[in-house]
């Protein structure tokens, strides 16, 4: 069949199997916006600002495994993507955005609405493509999907200008059924000699940790790491970004470490004798002082990524694969093999963790007339039995959540952990609910984050999607709060959001159901209508304790073991 660059874009979507489409029109793409509008298999979702798009698609791909896409048009449209576009590369999630262009002969002659997308986009996609004949379109969207989704995921840019999808210039339609490109291979599987090499340095270890991360749940690795760590018995700590991979409710979990991590998961990590990391790249609010991280530790190390290796901790193992087949090899290697972990030291060590989990580092005050942020969290866990879908905004709201939420099950926690950007929440959340139109979906976000997309609430009521936002309104900018209060004396620059709006009544104003919550005992009550209202989305602005910190708490350029612990703990 013949099909001009337009039909050829959205065919290429098709054979992709994509579903969904998240995006805002504009000249640049006002042909692929009419491709669109005559088939009714790729679905379009018209959200409020490009940002939000990528976002939105961001969401959906994290939360299904699937490649998220977003469309926006040249200029602004491309530019207002790029917060998402870095959003998902530093996170590493699959995702293919479509940028308008204006027409190749203006490209370099400042036309309207023209900027250098390649080159902007440069330095936070995995790669990005600027297509220049018609007769490219379907190679390089079948490349730019295979990136996108291979190895290490990231986003792809593909910059299509607007001639390259005039509707009168036709050609011959083929796409590729596979894609062989020689700069770019993937490794499929780790090697076999340091996979036995690791297998028997972790059955030599008497303080033995698994510190696992983003890589196992990207790599649908989850039931091989459970099934590893219970047949070895070690402890097992999860970054943020890890958080669902391994059951949070398993006696064998010890929290999540890093900055805000437990007391004895950092414990742990500090004084442990050999570290399996798996899927995680030592990121600084995991690491801590690079010169005091697991200071006696021989090291681990499995990632999908070369560059990862090595790069910021040096290992003594390094294992290059996909996750999920790594984590296969050494439980073949484990189970043909007679040796088995030092049974003795592995009590000792059990019982030293113990030691560390009796600081109860994440108590708080339960007893306080205002809502505590931790008891808004629990009580989110309660009314969706620990099986919602959790999209977060950044800030203490953000660790609260995972502190607090206890997810079982990977892809149901939905935050930017690396890149830190208010304002994922909310678009965030859409593409999940997009993606799972039967589930609970919640948001947990703050005042200060939840305006910055806050525009998505018309998305939401033009799609029906029946989010529940979970507002933890302190007042101010928590986390920047908290940080003034330890390290600057307590001069709250600039960090108290003043001139709040009602957001009960911008929440009917966009047509959702609104709630305020003042009293912990109105709160689980008020939470369960909002979850039986399963069509409409609702907004729950809680006001909570504004001078609550998020504990534990690692200083930057502090070790594992030197914690900012709360009041009233054990160790305080």
């Known amino acids: 069949m013949e099909l001009s660059g337009a039909e050829i874009v959205i065919q290429c979507l098709k054979d992709e199997g994509v579903e969904h489409v998240f995006g805002y029109p504009g000249g640049a793409v006002l042909h692929i916006y009419d491709a669109l ?69 203006f490209i370099g002659s400042d036309a309207f609405q023209e900027v250098d997308t390649v080159g902007i986009t440069r330095p936070c996609v995995k790669h990005n493509f600027l297509i220049k004949d018609v007769r490219d379109i379907a190679e390089t969207m079948k490349k730019a999907f295979y990136i996108a989704t291979s190895g290490r995921p990231g986003p792809v840019v593909v910059d299509i200008p607007k001639d390259i999808t005039d509707p009168n210039k036709k050609i011959p339609y083929d796409y590729p059924k596979k894609i062989k490109m020689r700069s770019y291979s993937p490794v499929l599987r780790g090697h076999l000699g340091q996979i036995k090499k690791a297998v028997g340095l972790m059955l030599s270890a008497e303080r033995p940790v698994f510190y696992t991360g983003g890589g196992v749940v990207l790599g649908d690795a989850s039931e091989e790491l459970r099934e590893l760590t219970r047949e070895l018995g070690f402890p097992i700590t999860n970054t943020l970004m890890g958080l669902g991979s391994y059951p949070a409710s398993d006696k064998q979990f010890i929290g999540m470490l890093g900055m805000h991590g437990t007391y004895e998961a950092n414990m742990a990590m500090h004084d442990t004798d050999v570290l399996i990391a798996i899927g995680a790249r030592f990121d600084d609010r995991v690491t801590g002082h690079i010169a005091h991280f697991c200071p006696n530790a021989k090291i681990i190390h499995v990632d999908i990524d070369p560059s990862s290796i090595s790069k910021n901790v040096r290992v003594d193992v390094p294992i290059v694969g996909p996750v999920k087949s790594v984590l296969q090899d050494m439980l073949t290697v484990l189970k043909e093999g007679k040796k088995r972990p030092n049974s003795a030291a592995l009590k000792k060590w059990w019982q030293q963790i113990d030691g560390w989990r009796g600081a109860e580092c994440l108590s708080y005050d339960r007893t306080h007339a205002q809502i505590k942020p931790q008891f808004a969290i629990e009580t989110l866990h309660k009314v969706t039995r620990g099986d919602a879908f959790v999209a977060s905004d950044v ?63 018309a998305t939401c009521k033009q799609h029906d999607l029946p989010i529940k936002i979970l507002l933890l309104n302190n007042g101010y900018m928590g986390m920047v709060r908290q940080w003034q209060e330890f390290f600057y004396d307590g001069r709250y620059s600039h960090s108290y959001v003043d001139a709040l709006p009602d957001f009960v009544k911008l929440a009917e104003s966009y047509g959702h159901v609104g709630m305020k919550v003042e009293r912990p005992e109105d709160l689980e009550g008020a939470m369960q209508e909002a979850f039986d209202l399963k069509d409409r989305l609702v907004f729950m602005d809680v006001v909570i304790d504004p001078t609550e910190n998020v504990y534990p708490m690692i200083e930057a350029g502090k070790g594992h073991h030197e914690m900012y612990l709360p009041p009233k703990s054990e160790l305080v």
């Open 395 to 457: 800030g203490q709201h953000q660790m609260f959540a995972a502190q607090f939420y206890g997810f079982d099950k990977p892809r149901r926690w939905v935050n930017s952990g690396g890149l830190g950007t208010m304002g994922f929440g909310l678009p965030a959340a859409m593409g999940i609910q997009i993606a799972h139109p039967g589930a609970d979906v919640a948001l947990v976000t703050g005042e200060a984050s939840v305006q910055m997309c806050i525009q998505e609430l």
């Open 37 to 105: 509008f005559q088939q009714d298999f790729v679905k379009h979702i018209l959200v409020r600002h490009e940002q939000a798009a990528t976002h939105a698609a961001d969401g959906y791909a994290r939360s299904t495994g699937k490649p998220g896409v977003a469309l926006v048009t040249s200029g602004p449209g491309a530019t207002n993507a790029v917060t998402g576009i870095a959003t998902a590369y530093m996170d590493s999630i699959p995702m293919v955005v479509l940028t308008g262009q204006v027409p190749t002969p």
